[in-house]
């Protein structure tokens, strides 16, 4: 079966870092775009990154946008989130998603559980 699984989170105070991990198995890594969003209490899910397969693309939502990083290991079939500079308003439920075939989207087919990030004052 198909799975994703974000891990990583934390508790960190504003300023600190953070990397989260998506391990992902039961289909080709290669063939779909991996992204990341987040879900903070009260709110709607929101996107966060996404990279592309086919050219290694990537895409940042304006709040993360140089700050965060998106990366894929083929090898471990593992992409990760590189969250640098983190604020409160980072504080959210992380989760990772992929999309067939090889490029960024909003229609993500597959869901991993999420992980928790929270940010402090």
């Known amino acids: 079966d198909v799975q994703l699984q974000a891990s990583g989170g934390g508790s960190v105070q504003a300023g600190g870092f953070l990397r989260l991990s998506c391990a992902v198995s039961?289909?080709?890594?290669?063939?779909?775009?991996i992204g990341w969003f987040r879900q903070a209490p009260g709110k709607e899910r929101e996107g966060v990154a996404c990279?592309?397969?086919?050219?290694?693309?990537?895409y940042y939502t304006n709040p993360v946008k140089g700050r965060f990083t998106i990366s894929s290991d083929y090898a471990k079939t593992t992409a990760y989130l590189q969250m640098n500079s983190l604020k409160p308003e980072d504080t959210a439920v992380y989760y990772c998603?992929?999309?067939?075939?090889?490029?960024?989207?909003?229609?993500?087919?597959?869901w991993g559980k999420g992980t928790q990030v929270t940010v402090s004052s």
């Open positions: 990279i592309s397969s086919d050219d290694g693309n990537t």
């Open positions: 039961g289909f080709t890594f290669d063939d779909y775009a």
């Open positions: 998603a992929a999309r067939y075939k090889s490029t960024c989207g909003n229609d993500m087919a597959y």
